[in-house]
């Protein structure tokens, strides 16, 4: 028995493995890391750019728009 995200079952599906929903359960936080230097995929810079992007803005609380 473990506790995942409401990933997990999209990503890793197996026959002989059952997820259930646990309720009320808090957020999982969850955290970007990159090797310092040159980045091993060409992609990493914009997305540490989204990345702090969506972070500021929901800092900011919601858009109105």
């Known amino acids: 028995m473990g ?18 929903p646990l309720a009320d359960a808090p957020p999982v936080p969850l955290f970007l890391a990159w090797h310092r230097g040159t980045p ?15 972070l500021a803005a929901a800092a900011h609380g919601p858009a109105i728009g």
């Open 3 to 20: 506790i995942s995200t409401s990933a997990t079952p999209r990503l890793h599906t197996h026959p002989a493995i059952v997820y259930r």
């Open 40 to 54: 091993t995929h060409p992609a990493i810079p914009a997305l540490v750019r989204l990345t702090r992007d969506l």
